[in-house]
């Protein structure tokens, strides 16, 4: 197929774009073909001509979470719709709908400059807000699932319109329907459902440490306060390439926490409904001495050992090389197997 045939009626593609700036790891990788969709029809039409040629898709939102080891050999499409509305409110809830192209981070601090909250735990967090639907985002005690109303979505395979409940969205643990299911649903909008009364979710440890005996007066204080904690631990995607968190911290089950315990008593675990137990993943990573370990530009953070960092010129490759070390270095040590939240390519 040349260019010229699957360009057509699509002058807004592009051929041979560069995706380092395109992703917050920032490494090179080229997209033989490159499209933004603006709105639900722009997709469909994306996704028919797509299809059409044979051509495979990718859809992109903030590029938070994605890892790009090698070119992509068909069409990259970004989402790029805009839009934030009030669209009904009851006396406990406001319901808002935005689009899936808005960048979260800044959606949240308008939120809260107009005054609303329930978001402000995840404050700062990088990507857009359908990247924060498909993830299920989460910090300091709040999870996305926690205030979605209702996704709004396209089946890639029918190009139907679809609307999902938060219950149908099946959200776990930095997991989502829009993980697993085959239907490859991409979301397009989002409605939230955000409390109209301030309840702070402070229980975090280091939260509590800032708060010392206080109650944050508002969620814009809370908000405050996320962002110092983020601020000492998380590199700042705009000055340091990275995906946040690489690895989810894994889930074991009792047998398995009880012995790792046994042994190794200062283990950080988080007890979980059933008995099971989450590992902080940074802990274990760190005892294997693998914070703060370098190759070329490729790097587990010096502040936090779940980040692994892009210090300049690394490429995919290389942190892909990094992340297997840390992961082999943790099974042989201690029996887990951790698993890399973004996606890699
Ligand atoms: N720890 C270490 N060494 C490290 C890092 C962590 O020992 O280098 C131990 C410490 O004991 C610490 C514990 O791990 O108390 C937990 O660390 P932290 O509070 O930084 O949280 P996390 O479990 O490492 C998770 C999320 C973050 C989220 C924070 C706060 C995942 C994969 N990551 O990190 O999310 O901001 O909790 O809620 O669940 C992200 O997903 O990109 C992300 C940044």
């Known amino acids: 197929m040349s260019e010229a045939q699957f360009l057509t ?6 051929c041979d774009v560069d995706l380092s700036p395109l992703t917050t790891f ?9 499209a933004r969709a603006q709105d639900d029809e722009t ?7 797509a299809r059409r040629d044979n051509v495979p898709v990718l859809v992109l939102g903030g590029g938070s979470n994605i890892l790009f080891t090698r070119d992509f050999d068909g069409l990259v499409v970004s989402i790029a719709s805009r839009g934030v509305e009030v669209v009904d409110e009851n006396d406990d809830y406001r319901f808002v709908r935005v689009a899936a192209g808005e960048d979260w981070s800044a959606f949240v601090d308008d939120c809260l400059q107009k005054g609303w909250c329930g978001l402000e735990n995840l404050s700062l967090v990088p990507g857009t807000v359908g990247g924060a639907a498909v993830q299920n985002i989460g910090a300091y005690g709040v999870e996305f699932a926690e205030r979605v109303s209702e996704v709004e979505c396209l089946d890639s395979v029918t190009l139907q319109k679809v609307r999902l409940t938060a219950q149908e969205c099946d959200y776990g643990y930095r997991t989502s329907v829009f993980k697993t299911d ?29 708060f010392a005996d206080r109650t944050p007066a508002d969620a814009r204080e809370l908000a405050e306060a996320v962002k110092a904690i983020r601020r000492r631990k998380l590199p700042d995607p705009k000055e340091i390439g990275s995906a946040g968190s690489f690895f989810k911290n894994p889930v074991v089950s009792r ?15 988080y007890p979980m409904a059933g008995g099971r137990a989450k590992l902080a993943a940074g802990w274990l990573i760190e005892a294997v001495g693998m914070k703060g370990k370098r190759v070329g530009d490729a790097a587990v953070y010096e502040r936090q050992a779940l980040v692994l960092v892009n210090y300049g010129s690394a490429t995919g490759a290389q942190i ?7 992961v082999f270095k943790v099974k042989r040590r201690f029996g887990v197997e951790l698993e890399p939240e973004p996606v890699i390519i």
């Open 320 to 326: 892909k090389a990094l992340a297997d070390e840390v």
């Open 9 to 14: 009626g699509l002058s807004a593609v592009r």
């Open 255 to 269: 047998i398995k926490m009880v012995s790792l315990l046994e042994e190794t008593p200062q283990i950080v675990t």
């Open 43 to 49: 997709l469909v039409s994306l996704y028919e001509a």
């Open 182 to 210: 085959k239907r490859h649903l991409v979301v397009t909008a989002v409605t939230l459902a955000l409390p109209k009364v301030f309840r702070p979710v402070a229980g975090y440890k280091e939260m509590q440490a800032y």
């Open 26 to 34: 920032g490494v090179h990788a080229v997209a033989r073909f490159f």
